[in-house]
Nanobody, 126 residues
Framework: EIQLVESGGGSVQAGGSLRLSCAVS????????MGWFRQYPGKEREAVAI????????NYADSVKGRFTISPGIDKNTVNLEMSRLKPDDTAMYYC???????????????????WGAGTQVTVAS
């Protein structure tokens, strides 16, 4: 059974940095379309950053471009999200999402992603 295991997150002051990691367990390496969504209380999940681990240019939400970077880990079943210049508006529950396929458009549609992590909280204090 494929599972997504998230790590990282936590609390930081505005302007600080955090790193999230997501690892695929239960399957030997194969390329995934995977990345991160986030959810504010009472709101729907929104895409943050997605990449195809088989290699192509990642996609970012406009709100995080230039501040967040998604990249594959050394273990290609892992992706990392480096978050810098964090803002209070980045405070949310962050969810890893994945599908064992190429990334389809629209990449920010959560219906493409079959596998989801349990979520990790990111809190940015002003």
């Amino acid at each position: 059974e494929i599972q997504l295991v998230e790590s990282g997150g936590g609390s930081v002051q505005a302007g600080g940095s955090l790193r999230l990691s997501c690892a695929v367990s239960g399957q030997t390496y194969s390329p995934f379309c995977m990345g991160w969504f986030r959810q504010y209380p009472g709101k729907e999940r929104e895409a943050v950053a997605i990449m195809y681990t088989g290699g192509n240019s990642p996609n970012y939400a406009d709100s995080v471009k230039g501040r967040f970077t998604i990249s594959p880990g050394i273990d290609k079943n892992t992706v990392n999200l480096e978050m810098s210049r964090l803002k209070p508006d980045d405070t949310a529950m962050y969810y890893c999402a994945a599908d064992n396929s190429i990334c389809y458009e629209p990449w920010d549609d959560e219906r493409w992603y079959v596998y989801w992590g349990a979520g990790t909280q990111v809190t940015v204090a002003s």
